[in-house]
């Protein structure tokens, strides 16, 4: 959604949500004999608009963010085999498991990093252990 249509429906949902406030404070409230005075009013819309502003700009901060999931953002992540690759195996990778395809034998319990990938399938290659002395 584009960002002056979230803006839009965010004004007019807030509309909305005065206009409720406002017939709960006036209409509502004295029925059962609770009486709020006017400044009391425009104290609960000012609050509310304060409130609906900062969720605004949270909300649109997050809905702005690239989401950096998939294929395009694997190559060079790291993740381990659950299912020998012999060539074509599979291997879980932050939690989601995804076809991979490695030149060598892996096995189970191997860890992986990611080289590239080919439609759906990610190539894989051992990662090198490394001791310190």
Same mark, same amino acid.
């Given at each position: 959604?584009?960002?002056?249509?979230? *803006?839009?429906?965010? =004004? $007019?949902?807030?509309?909305?949500?005065? %206009?409720? !406030?406002?017939? /709960?404070?006036?209409? #509502? &409230?004295?029925?059962?004999?609770?009486?709020?005075?006017?400044?009391? *009013?425009?104290?609960? =819309? $000012?609050?509310?608009?304060?409130?609906? %502003?900062? !969720?605004?700009? /949270?909300?649109?901060? #997050? &809905?702005?963010?690239?989401?950096?999931?998939?294929?395009?953002?694997?190559?060079?992540?790291?993740?381990?085999?659950?299912?020998?690759?012999?060539?074509?195996?599979?291997?879980?990778?932050?939690?989601?498991?995804?076809?991979?395809?490695?030149?060598?034998?892996?096995?189970?319990?191997?860890?992986?990093?990611?080289?590239?990938?080919?439609?759906?399938?990610?190539?894989?290659?051992?990662?090198?252990?490394?001791?310190?002395?």
């Amino acid at each position: 959604m584009k960002p002056n249509t979230r *803006l839009i429906i965010a =004004i $007019i949902t807030n509309i909305i949500e005065i %206009v409720a !406030i406002v017939v /709960i404070v006036r209409v #509502a &409230l004295p029925y059962w004999e609770i009486n709020i005075p006017v400044y009391g *009013l425009l104290l609960i =819309i $000012i609050v509310w608009l304060l409130f609906s %502003v900062v !969720i605004y700009r /949270i909300g649109s901060h #997050a &809905l702005d963010r690239k989401v950096m999931t998939g294929l395009p953002f694997m190559e060079g992540t790291r993740g381990v085999v659950v299912k020998d690759l012999s060539p074509e195996g599979t291997v879980k990778i932050q939690g989601e498991y995804w076809s991979a395809y490695s030149e060598v034998a892996l096995s189970k319990g191997q860890e992986v990093e990611v080289v590239s990938e080919k439609g759906m399938v990610l190539v894989v290659r051992p990662v090198e252990k490394r001791f310190n002395r």
